[in-house]
């Protein structure tokens, strides 16, 4: 009895230790990842803030086109 006893201490003590571990381990992957996921978002917001393109701030609409009406589906 005592040898049971004793296997299912040492076996739930390493189930507590395996699940701390495994946090540990968790957190730090996720915060790597989410440190990978800002990088790029920054980087990429650089490239379109700092792009040497000239951007149009005029519409340009050919004159044989007509008017364009916006319109909601009524159910």
Same mark, same amino acid.
């Given at each position: 009895?005592? $040898? ?36 790029? $978002? ?10 040497? $393109? ?22």
């Amino acid at each position: 009895m005592i $040898a049971f006893l004793t296997f299912i201490f040492y076996f739930f003590l390493g189930l507590m230790i395996l699940g701390f571990i495994s946090r540990l381990l968790l957190r730090f992957w996720l915060r790597r990842v989410f440190k990978r996921m800002n990088e790029g $978002a920054s980087n990429n917001y650089q490239e379109k803030n700092y792009s040497n $393109a000239p951007q149009s701030k005029k519409k340009i609409i050919d004159s044989r086109e007509g008017d364009y009406v916006d319109f909601e589906e009524v159910k």
